[in-house]
């Protein structure tokens, strides 16, 4: 098993996972591809029991509405505002967590 | 203040035929448990502003109304899944060791959250009341709560409280005493999952009706839905049917709502705390941010996050060394003038052991101790420290850890004891023993003083930082070390980010004042004794075969004087026995006429590394076991002492 994969980790280009799942609106991606400040519905959360279940003890649960506030640049944490509370994600549990945004973010949008 | 401590007003009312009761603090972890505890026992059970401190339950007591009432204070926790030490902790001692009353302590800031874990308790059967806590910061962020009727919802009584200032915790108490004295014990009403859940909950229920089981029926029941490993074991000695049901139920659920089990039925608990939420909470929209938003946005920040975060640490090393300094010099030659001229040898063996250790701990462990306990407290108080873990993920990920290691990290600075400890907040046994094993290499005020009083007072400041630097160097390696030799699994970080507040000056200074006080009570007793001991060795000529059999290490390898063999002997105690010793020995506290500058670094260096103290190594012994103990201090020892002969030969190249 791999403890981090960060290393082995593929790089995120910017927009290439954007369009992989589409839902019925918007696009279903990993919550670190959102912008600092967008905000998501949660669809599904991949991962052992042990993070799964912890994540919704903590309120992330399916069609939760989640925001994402900060990101660590270089695949670092990243801040999520969700039922009211803060919480720091580490980046290879949060690219695990999929969501769908909740408005066409803006370079989907005509100019 | 008048509403805190209710035992100093009722003490005289108490008669010798006292009802006992016992109240238990549960709820979320940072939502002010610890300092309710605190204001009702008063006691000083360590306050902060990062999720997970309270570790292992803490008990004290209080009179109240002729009741002795014991409290008892339950780590932090999000739910009773049985993933964590502290929700096993937890849930055994509600459900087991039946408390009168159990006081859920809730965050107002927070409330839909506090309440999906309400539900659970309710679930568990046992008699309950509500302490909305902080309701002044969450009045200040916006949030108003009716806590009638929240009260009226849940149907369990609900006191607003701000704990930190012991506000309605006269109130709580008050409350606590009439619901457990009710002679009908009224146990909260659980409320209703979905229909699909709820159906097969029931069915459960019916089927483990007949067996006995010391947690109640709905609660197993929705357990077994949960897949639950404790519970699951518990009912298979029973009944393996039974749990044959709950599996083909969770298969059942899982094929309606097309997710897991567990997470269906988190869901559903969530969607019932925020119905309850929505009912009684109003949540203004604050047109201003508040300086404190903006100070946790710049915290947090990609940038200027790391700015803050480095000048915080430099100022507040900066600020401990040119305060300390000033003051240690202000008290040494104050003591200076009481320094009797003649003196028989006996006279002589107590004045320089006793009083030499004494003046030696007043000169040189209060000024730099008192202000970086201050600073500390202050940062832990405001909810700085989880920013800073979130910052450091990165780097924490590089010896194999998350950001939340950085906290053990940090208080090791302090001391080695709780930090140890703390290494609790890492879920897993593994990264436990990793940050406990890294934060044996921080140093602690013990070896601060040690460098600030060898290196910094008598070479320059300049050495003194580079041995931090050289110490965070080896930190890191050996970080690296351990993550690669030590096998078992890891978890990622899922932190609460508390919010930031400003600190408390009364929690400060409470905190500030126990933590000074335990090393003075602990501390001066060891100096003191320890400095006759060594005083009376000096003088029957006892140290010199210690020395003698030490030379080949302490001369030869290291190039220090054979004097150091003791010294090292006595720093195994209390590591600031290095430099507190040699005072007491040659009745001076000019080292610069002992060692040489470079002697004073190396010895510095060697004592910043070489075994943890008796108290870590307990410490350690405790947490993970005798033979883990063991292997780290050897290791460190020798490592300690390899580094440090190489830094001694490498040093003329470099002063």
Redesign the interface.
């Known amino acids: 098993?791999k403890?981090?994969p960060?290393r082995e980790r593929e790089p995120t280009h910017f927009g290439r996972k954007r369009h992989r799942f589409q839902h019925r609106h918007g696009s279903v991606v990993p919550i670190t591809e959102l912008k600092c400040g967008q905000r998501g519905e949660i669809i599904l959360?991949r991962g052992n029991?042990?993070?799964?279940?912890?994540?919704?003890?903590?309120?992330l649960?399916?069609?939760?509405s989640i925001c994402i506030?900060?990101?660590?640049?270089?695949?670092?944490?990243i801040?999520v505002s969700v039922?009211?509370?803060?919480?720091?994600?580490?980046?290879?549990?949060a690219e695990n967590i999929l969501v769908k945004t909740k408005e066409p973010s803006n370079d989907l949008l005509p100019p | 203040m008048t509403s805190c401590h209710p035992s100093a007003s009722n003490e005289k009312k108490t008669t010798d035929e006292q009802a006992n009761l016992t109240i238990a603090l549960a709820g979320n972890a940072n939502v002010g448990k610890s300092a309710i505890f605190n204001c009702l026992t008063g006691s000083h059970q360590h306050v902060g502003n990062w999720p997970g401190k309270t570790v292992e339950r803490a008990e004290g007591s209080l009179r109240f109304k002729g009741y002795k009432i014991d409290v008892i204070d339950l780590p932090g926790i999000?739910?009773f899944?049985t993933?964590s030490m502290e929700e096993l902790v937890s849930r055994e001692h509600i459900a087991l060791e039946k408390p009168d009353v159990v006081v859920n302590v809730i965050d107002a800031?927070?409330?839909?959250?506090n309440l999906?874990f309400t539900l659970q308790l309710m679930e568990l059967q046992v008699p309950i009341i509500v302490a909305l806590n902080q309701v002044d910061l969450a009045r200040a962020k916006g949030i108003k709560i009716d806590e009638k009727k929240l009260s009226d919802l849940l149907d369990i009584p609900v006191v607003p409280t701000v704990g930190i200032k012991g506000t309605g915790v006269y109130e709580l108490v008050e409350k606590a005493i009439e619901t457990a004295k009710k002679e009908l014990k009224v146990k909260p009403k659980p409320f209703e999952y979905g229909k699909e859940v709820e159906e097969r909950v029931r069915k459960l229920e019916t089927l483990l009706h007949e067996t006995k089981l010391s947690y109640p029926s709905r609660f197993v029941a929705l357990k077994l839905l949960e897949?639950d490993q404790e519970i699951k074991k518990e009912v298979q000695k029973t009944s393996g049917k039974i749990v044959k049901a709950a599996e083909e139920y969770a298969k059942e659920i899982e094929q309606i709502h097309g997710?897991?089990c567990?997470?269906v039925v988190?869901?559903e608990r969530?969607a019932i705390a925020?119905r309850i939420a929505k009912e009684v909470q109003e949540t203004a929209v604050l047109k201003k941010t508040s300086l404190v938003d903006r100070l946790d946005e710049l915290a947090?920040?990609?940038v200027f996050g790391y700015l803050l975060m480095l000048a915080v640490m430099f100022s507040v090393f900066y600020a401990i060394f040119t305060f300390g300094n000033f003051l240690s010099t202000l008290i040494s030659n104050f003591f200076n003038l009481f320094k009797p001229e003649t003196l028989d040898v006996t006279a002589k063996i107590l004045w320089e052991g006793v009083a030499g250790g004494f003046v030696a701990a007043v000169t040189l462990v209060l000024p730099y101790v008192l202000p970086f306990y201050l600073l500390l407290t202050i940062l832990e108080d405001s909810g700085y420290l989880?920013r800073v873990?979130?910052?450091l993920?990165?780097l924490m990920?590089k010896i194999?850890l998350?950001?939340k290691a950085i906290i053990p990290i940090i208080l090791g600075y302090g001391c080695n004891v709780p930090a140890c400890y703390s290494c609790r907040i890492m879920?897993t046994q593994r990264d436990r023993l990793i940050a406990a094993f890294v934060v044996t290499f921080v140093p602690c005020t013990a070896r601060i003083i040690v460098i600030l009083g060898l290196v910094a007072a008598f070479v320059n400041i300049q050495w003194a930082f580079a041995l931090f630097l050289i110490d965070l160097a080896i930190i890191f390696m050996m970080g690296r070390i351990a993550f690669k030799a030590i096998p078992g699994?890891?978890?990622?970080?899922?932190?609460?980010?508390p919010?930031l507040r400003k600190p408390s000056s009364r929690v400060v200074l409470t905190q500030t004042w126990a933590r000074v006080k335990s090393i003075i009570y602990m501390v001066f007793p060891i100096y003191m004794v320890g400095g006759a001991v060594l005083a009376g060795m000096h003088f029957a000529g006892l140290l010199s075969p210690v020395e003698n059999a030490l030379v080949p290490v302490t001369v030869y390898w290291l190039g220090l004087p054979s004097v150091v063999g003791v010294l090292l002997l006595f720093g195994v105690v209390r590591k600031e026995l290095v430099v507190v010793m040699p005072a007491i020995l040659f009745g001076t506290t000019n080292l610069a006429a002992i060692f040489t500058p470079a002697q004073m670094i190396v010895l510095a260096f060697v004592t910043m590394i070489y075994v943890p103290c008796v108290a870590t190594f307990t410490m350690l012994r405790r947490e993970f076991g005798w033979k883990t103990a063991a292997y780290i201090s050897i290791f460190e020892l020798a490592l300690g002492i390899f580094l440090g002969g190489i830094f001694f030969r490498s040093l003329p190249y470099l002063l």
């Open positions: 098993m403890l981090f960060s959360i029991r042990k993070v799964t279940q912890r994540l919704a003890d903590l309120g649960t399916p069609k939760t506030l900060k990101a660590v640049p270089f695949n670092g944490p801040e039922r009211g509370s803060k919480l720091a994600i580490g980046r290879e549990i | 999000y739910s899944s993933f800031c927070v409330l839909e959250r999906f897949g997710e897991t567990p997470v988190s869901s969530y925020n947090t920040h990609k989880p873990a979130f910052l993920d990165n990920h194999g998350h950001g879920e699994e890891s978890m990622g970080m899922i932190m609460e980010l919010s």
